[in-house]
């Protein structure tokens, strides 16, 4: 059963925009912290960004400025909005869940930035 359905993913060149998002059922969307996480090749995954339900969102350094996470919670739906992307962005980015008692991930959307 998928949780978590992302999309939005692709390739662009570098200084290029993407926007993901992750639509998550009600119960899943209102009792998380919603967030993206991304992995590349030989490389672990890592927090790019991630906001909680009311509050202010957390970024990593390599994306602030660049990326911005948002919820809209009418369609149960957490957005990463990617700007001026660069090869390094390159990567699996994996839509989280974060519940009181468990992680829920997404399947992960591949995000390739390159000429």
């Known amino acids: 059963q998928v949780q978590l359905m992302e999309s939005g993913g692709g390739l662009v060149q570098p200084g290029g925009s993407l926007r993901l998002s992750c639509a998550a059922s009600?119960?899943?969307?209102?009792?998380?912290?919603m967030g993206w996480y991304r992995q590349a090749p030989g490389k672990q995954r890592e927090l790019v960004a991630r906001k909680p339900l009311y509050g202010s969102p957390i970024y990593a350094d390599f994306v602030k400025g660049r990326f911005t996470i948002s919820r809209d919670n009418a369609k149960n739906t957490v957005f990463l909005q990617m700007n001026n992307l660069r090869s390094e962005d390159t990567a699996v980015y994996y839509c989280?869940?974060?519940?009181?008692?468990?992680?829920?991930w997404g399947q992960g959307t591949q995000v390739t930035v390159s000429s």
């Open positions: 009600r119960t899943i969307f209102w009792g998380s912290t």
């Open positions: 989280n869940a974060a519940l009181s008692d468990n992680d829920l």
